[in-house]
Nanobody
Framework: QVQLVESGGGLVQAGGSLRLSCVAS????????MGWFRQAPGKEREFLAS????????YYADSVKDRFTISRDNAKNTGYLKMNSLKPEDTAVYYC????????????WGQGTQVTVSS
């Protein structure tokens, strides 16, 4: 009973930046962790970053920790992923996900937003 909608993807030149947004609706008070994942063609889904309810605990994959920043605004029911210094290998569909209180894994997923980085 949580819906997630990503936005902010698009075409960007290598070295550029994008900020992805994830708007949650429904029973948003049940969300404990919000996370971001991506999946490139022919590859498995890859974890990128996560953030807990208060925003005090963030986690990043080593591949993006120096370039990406995760945040959330609970008053707006919105999560964000700021991506800097984008590379062609960052090209993928990016997904927002949510893990409710009492769950051990993410159970809610957005449709995804395409990010394409040109050289």
């Amino acid at each position: 009973q949580v819906q997630l909608v990503e936005s902010g993807g698009g075409l960007v030149q290598a070295g550029g930046s994008l900020r992805l947004s994830c708007v949650a609706s429904g029973r948003t008070s049940t969300i404990y962790v919000m996370g971001w994942f991506r999946q490139a063609p022919g590859k498995e889904r890859e974890f990128l970053a996560s953030i807990t309810k208060s925003g005090g605990n963030t986690y990043y994959a080593d591949s993006v920790k120096d370039r990406f920043t995760i945040s959330r605004d609970n008053a707006k029911n919105t999560g964000y992923l700021k991506m800097n210094s984008l590379k062609p290998e960052d090209t993928a569909v990016y997904y927002c996900a949510a893990r409710p209180y009492g769950y051990s894994d993410y159970v809610y997923w957005g449709q995804g937003t395409q990010v394409t980085v040109s050289s």
